[in-house]
């Protein structure tokens, strides 16, 4: 376990709900990724993010599937490519990415509260 936070802390992490609307393979990167394009809504727009969750996704899986984002870190140069969002998830028991994301469709942009 990580060292306790006040919850002020957490607050100032913006993670919000987005819905990939592209999904492209990123084959420059070093690692297996994925390129991303996610709608988090009217407020954020389109961002984009490079997601290493090629064992269990494939670019066609992930249009329309709604995933969740941290806004607010400053851009990462991954290449050559911009990822602008830190797209979130989980390491299943083999150390491969599982996508974090709403049980039930909520509208893009919405903030984990």
């Not at 990123?26 to 984009?48: H, T």
Request: zero cysteines.
């Amino acid at each position: 376990m990580s060292d306790t936070i006040a919850y002020a802390d957490f607050e100032r992490v913006d993670i919000r709900v987005g819905t990939v609307v592209e999904a492209h393979p990123f084959p420059e990167a070093r690692k297996p990724a994925i390129k991303l394009v996610i709608d988090f809504g009217p407020e954020i727009g389109l961002k984009k993010s490079s997601a290493q969750i090629t064992a269990h996704y494939s670019p066609e899986s992930l249009v329309g599937r709604q995933v969740l984002g941290v806004v607010n870190f400053l851009p990462r140069q991954i290449g050559p490519f911009r990822s602008e969002v830190l797209t979130l998830g989980f390491e299943d028991a083999a150390g491969a990415i599982v996508l974090a994301q709403p049980a039930m469709d909520v509208p893009n942009g919405k903030k984990l509260m």
